[in-house]
Structures are given as C-alpha cells and as structure tokens.
C-alpha cells in the first residue's frame, strides 16, 4: 500500500513487514528545504532502508545529498576511490589498464556492517547504481533491529553487555583483497557492543555479522564461535531479509546502525559499477550507545 506524505509530496511504499521503504515524488538532485530533508530522515529512521527510483545523479548530487545526512568518510581503501571525487567509494568489477577502479570486483560479499572495525562506525550508507549486469549483484539486507527484538529470551541474556572482536582483515580475507600495511595499522581488531542502541530511535538492534565478528570477549573460542553462529543463524531467516534487485537509476539509502548486507556474485562478463558515499555520526552519537 502507498501512503502519502502530508508534509511534501512523497509517496511511501512499504518493501516488507518491519522494514524498508520505497520513496516517491522526489529527485535527489534537486535543491531540498530543510522541512524536505527532515523528511527523509524521519523515514529513514523509520524504515531503515530508503529506495529511491529513476534518479540521474551526477557525482556531485551524491555527494550534496549525502553530506545533508552527516559527515562523509574519505574510505581507507583509498586505491578505490573516484579520482575526482575522494567522497565516492567505486564497487565494481572493471578493469582500466589491467588495474581494478573499484572494490569487490565480481564475486561473493558476504554479511557484513560498513565501518563495524572503526571507532566510528557509519552512520548510514547511499549506493547508486552506474553500471550493472542483467542478472546477479544483488544485494540482500538483514532487519537487525526485528531480528533482536524476536530474538528468544536465553540468547538475549547471554548476549547482554558483551562486546564482539570486529575484524576489518578477516573480511578482506574472506571477500577482498588484503590492506597495505599503513591501511592494516588503521584497521586493528576492536570491540563493538554486540547489542546497539539506535541514536534516534533508542530501538535495539543486534550488532554482529559473520564477515567481521570473530569473537566475544570474555567466552573461550569454541564457545563464542557456537554462540555467534546462533545468532547469525537466527537473524539471517527469510523473515528478516530483504533482497534488493538493482535497476540502473537506483539510490538506496541504509541505516547502518541496525541493518547488515551481501552482494550475491555475478557474471564476470558483465560490468558492474555503483557509487557508493559512507555517512557518519556526530561524535557523541558513535557507538557504544
């Protein structure tokens, strides 16, 4: 069902039950008043996850929208990011000169939090599409916050107040290619609480993915390893995820405080590119919340 926005003129199309929304009556590219962005970020806050269809956006207009949002990340994978435009990280499969433009390339990218290895984690993500191949790279989310919610009450003790050991290297050594050894040193192991508090909603979701968290302090290996791989199995059931299948003129908005993703692979015959700007919190609003 669409339900019409009486602030301005947005049409909102629930994707799921408990999350995501597509957004309508709206161009990206336009100049917005701030009632129109504040807007957007009751919805965002709302539905995590915002899809705005048949946009044309020039790197400039991610950039502008993006920033309205919060601060932009210059990401630490800097051989990856747009030569003119340091804000964009570039995800594809192309090659120029036998060199890739960007991350990813064309395989498996498994769940993962942007920025859950850093002291400041991101505030949310925009990715459009550039390029994309007819069929693959799709890209799934899952509700964390539903996920928590529903989650059964032992598990829910075992987990509270324990923080988790986020590991930026065993992503990259699972899907990507490893840091260069100043990249490496900026990217040390670190804990996250494995339960997060949502800055705005004050809704708790749960903050782990099978890419990055490899331990829970406190709990030997084996034990840990069991509790974790509970938990990634309950929240990655049918009735948390969401599967997005790209269109070219897609801009979709995440919050990254309370919804983890995945790539499926593609076809390498194909070319894929996506634009994608990192946005992050205000100082006082980085995790533990």
Aim: net charge negative.
């Amino acid at each position: 069902m669409s339900l019409k926005s009486h602030e301005i003129n947005l049409d909102i199309t629930p994707i799921t039950e408990t999350f995501g929304a597509i957004i309508s009556g709206v161009k990206l590219s336009n100049q917005m008043s701030q009632d129109e962005l504040n807007q957007i970020k009751s919805y965002w806050n709302r539905y995590q996850i915002l899809l705005f269809r048949d946009q044309d956006l020039s790197k400039e207009d991610i950039i502008g929208f993006s920033r309205e949002l919060g601060d932009l990340e210059i990401h630490i994978r800097n051989e990856w990011l747009n030569d003119s435009h340091p804000e964009i990280l570039q995800i594809s499969n192309i090659n120029v000169d036998g060199k890739p433009i960007g991350a990813l390339a064309d395989g498996e990218v498994g769940w993962h939090y942007d920025q859950i290895y850093l002291k400041r984690p991101a505030l949310g993500s925009l990715l459009c599409s550039v390029k994309i191949p007819p069929e693959g790279g799709c890209t799934y989310f899952a509700d964390m916050t539903t996920a928590y919610e529903r989650l059964p009450l032992e598990l829910k003790a075992t987990i509270d107040g324990r923080l988790g050991i986020q590991s930026y290297e065993n992503f990259n050594n699972l899907y990507s290619t490893k840091t260069d050894e100043n990249q490496t040193s900026l990217t040390q192991k670190i804990t996250q609480p494995l339960v997060r508090t949502h800055p705005v909603t004050c809704r708790r979701a749960l903050y782990l993915c099978p890419g990055m968290t490899v331990g829970i302090t406190g709990i030997p290996d084996d034990e840990s390893d069991a509790i974790l791989q509970q938990l990634f199995d309950w929240c990655l059931q049918d009735d948390f995820v969401y599967k997005h299948n790209w269109r070219l003129g897609d801009a979709l908005l995440w919050d990254n405080a309370c919804t983890m993703h995945r790539r499926e692979p593609f076809d390498s015959v194909h070319e894929r590119l996506m634009f994608r700007t990192t946005i992050l919190p205000q100082a006082e609003r980085a995790v533990p919340f």
